[in-house]
């Protein structure tokens, strides 16, 4: 298939700048070939900035950077119209938003009014101005970060803009040998500032999209897969101690996600495991816990490793 072609094509020049972070790149890729969204979490200084525009550099497709903040407004994002006195007219001038790839940097760091301007790009890849409507491209992604030490001056991400995204990724420290390769390419020069210096090959998968997602389309679920998914997360609205379960877009997500996973991996079929491996990183975003779960200090990721594990796989 093509789509493993090149996501080997793309692994060897991610890996020029970005050491460690592979099974990232493959979540990536599989919420760029099913129409989603990454939420990525982790303290500063792991990479993510940098991941999202190595991706972006190789795709050839358009990227933007927002530093939320505070003070911004829904307009600073979407853009608005703007009197033009040479004319005497008002003329569209578009915002950030109007790219291929956006890095939502700190998103929870803007208050409510300003996150709701993400939700019907993301939703609909189309954006409302004074009336008109204008689409974004097909594969309009956004990668939005948060960090989950700091809460001082943050705005928690309502439950209708957490269930836009597709998954929630959680970047941890690299192992040791990994931090030793960046300490020694940073010895050598490498400058994650200047991208350009690392020559990465652009691949133009942007132009290929609609071929591609063709193809992850046509990539085949068993009736006892849909049961599968269904039986997970359902068994997130029974179980005790979750006061909210996912919804069913939760389960359009991991259908849509393992077909992408299964066309990666060079497979025109989805097997249990393909539903399995993105399933902690679909629903861990999506559960409200009970009080008395949280008190016992649970997090939602051990409730989602339960339930994953009380549901018998397909054979």
Do not use: W
């Amino acid at each position: 298939m093509r789509i493993a072609e090149i996501f080997s094509e793309v692994s060897t020049e991610f890996r020029k700048v970005v050491v460690g972070q592979d099974e990232i790149l493959r979540l990536m890729l599989v919420a760029y070939f099913s129409h989603g969204h990454i939420l990525f979490e982790g303290v500063p200084g792991l990479a993510k900035t940098l991941m999202v525009k190595a991706l972006a550099a190789i795709f050839s497709g358009d990227f933007k950077r927002v530093q939320f903040t505070p003070d911004m407004l829904p307009s600073d994002i979407i853009g608005t119209m703007v009197y033009s006195s040479s004319d005497g007219k008002f003329h569209l001038h578009r915002g950030p938003l109007f790219c291929k790839f956006l890095l939502a940097d700190e998103v929870n760091r803007t208050p409510p009014k300003t996150q709701s301007a993400l939700l019907e790009a993301m939703e609909e890849r189309q954006v409302s101005i004074e009336g008109e409507v204008l689409t974004l491209p097909a594969d309009f992604t956004v990668f939005a970060t948060q960090n989950p030490i700091e809460y001082e001056g943050t705005y928690p991400l309502p439950e209708a803009q957490l269930d836009r995204f597709m998954m929630r990724v959680k970047v941890g420290y690299p192992d040791r040998e990994s931090e030793r390769e960046v300490l020694l390419r940073y010895h050598q020069g490498f400058d994650a500032q200047d991208i350009a210096a690392a020559n990465l090959r652009s691949l133009d998968v942007s132009a290929q999209y609609p071929a591609l997602m063709d193809e992850v389309k046509s990539v085949r679920a068993k009736d006892e897969l849909f049961d599968y998914i269904l039986d997970i997360v359902s068994r997130t609205r029974q179980r005790g101690g979750i006061l909210l379960g996912a919804s069913p877009r939760a389960g359009i997500h991991l259908l849509r996600g393992a077909k992408a996973l299964a066309a990666l991996a060079g497979r025109d079929y989805v097997v249990p495991d393909d539903i399995a491996a993105l399933t902690p990183h679909v629903l861990n975003h999506r559960l409200i816990l009970a009080p008395e779960l949280e008190i016992e200090g649970r997090r939602a990721d051990e409730v989602v490793a339960e339930i994953l594990q009380s549901v018998p796989v397909p054979r």
